[in-house]
């Protein structure tokens, strides 16, 4: 039994057999290697033909036999099937009339051409991307928004395999589920939809609690002495006296903190984490929350009434019949306007209430009416031109002009106005 396994079946190779089946094995692979370049030569010249004489890279595979019969069947049962006739013809009057466009948009089902009473699928048009946009065009969420996320991040955490919180696929997610609002193009999503980043932030927060003033704790006032604030900011600014800017609204919080009983929150010096500061920047703050807009002011923006051109036509009627009545010769017929030569513009800008900035109203009094001297201009009913007045107002005879003629007022005298 040895010398059958020693002579037979287990004789070991020699070493020109292992050499020669050595050789044998590279030749085999540098023919494959040899066989798949020129497949994909091959390949890459059809694609590159077929590209360039305007077909597609890749042919059509063809259909089974299977496929191409029920596709044919389909075609067939697609013709064979009698057109819809409509309800209403206008060329027979006889014919029942057609419904009305609000009656149709009511209904919830319909008659099929075979007679069955069908469900009407309903249709939802997809709305336009909403938002807020603050700063920078960033997106400013609201706390519905932030309840969207939160709720959405706690569903996904139920269901997912780990204890590592996928922030992605919650944002993956919601860009699904609400693409006005998450998804690409809505405002404030420069990058194709809200990110990773964004809800991690929005849902490591919601635990610490929503915080108004932005510093890490809740407000450091009570809410009755923030509406007293506010309420004595708004009557200062509805005045329109002067530029109102945070610097002047901040003596005026400082005093009705104080005056509340909540002295004891102030404290000096710059703001820093546990202290509360009724700083500028915290003014500013406060009004911004509730709407306030920092503008440049403009003048009076005072408008005629609707019925100016009535009112236009009874004045000229009723000094028509005085002329005519009273026998008034034109030449004492004076129409007389004055103007201002303005000197001191009052520049800058001044913080006004959500109501004003919704109305556009960024007027102040007085505002342009910084001048030194008036002219008043005056022509006749006769087609005449009067000499031109010049008011001017001084305490000085070095703030009269240098040239003309002049008239001292004695009620200008009397007062102390300058």
Known sequence: MASLFCFGFMRPATTVEKDE???????????????????????????????????????????????????????????????????????????????????????????????????????????????TVGAGDARVFSPTEKELIIEQAKKMAKVQVGSKPDYAGVARELQRLHPTLFGRGAPGMQDGG?????????????????????????????QACLLMIMAAFTSVVSVRATLVSAPMLQPIA????????????????????????????????LIKERGWKNVRPCGDTRKVPDNYVTLRWLMVLRLAYFVLVHSIPHELCLNGDHTGIMFTLAKGKMWITKAMHESKDKSVNNHGEKRQFTVLATTSAAGQMLPHQVVVAGKTAESLPKF???????????TNKV
Do not use: W
Request: glycine residues 8%; aromatic residues 4%.
């Open 21 to 131: 089946a050595a050789a044998a094995r590279a030749a085999q692979e540098a023919a494959d290697c040899a066989a798949a370049a020129r497949e994909k030569n091959e390949k890459f010249a059809t694609a590159s033909a077929r590209a360039q004489a305007g077909l597609p890279v890749v042919p059509k595979q063809s259909q089974t036999t299977a496929a191409r019969k029920k596709r044919k069947q389909r075609e067939a049962a697609k013709k064979a099937k009698p057109p819809r006739k409509p309800d209403f013809d206008a060329a027979d009057p006889d014919k029942k009339e057609s419904k009305k466009a609000a009656d149709v948009e009511k209904e919830t089902h319909y008659t099929d051409e075979r007679g069955r009473k069908r469900r009407l699928k309903k249709i939802r048009s997809i709305a336009a991307p909403s938002g």
């Open 404 to 414: 003309g003629k002049f008239k001292i007022s004695l009620n200008g005298m009397n």
């Open 194 to 222: 809200i990110g990773r980043q964004v809800v991690r932030q929005i849902v490591t927060r919601a635990p610490k609690g929503e915080v108004s003033d932005a510093r890490g704790r809740p407000p450091a006032l009570p």
């Open 254 to 285: 400082i005093a009705i903190i104080i005056s509340a009983g909540h002295g004891g929150l102030l404290h000096e010096g710059r703001k820093r984490r546990g202290v509360f500061v009724c700083s500028v920047n915290f003014i500013r703050e």
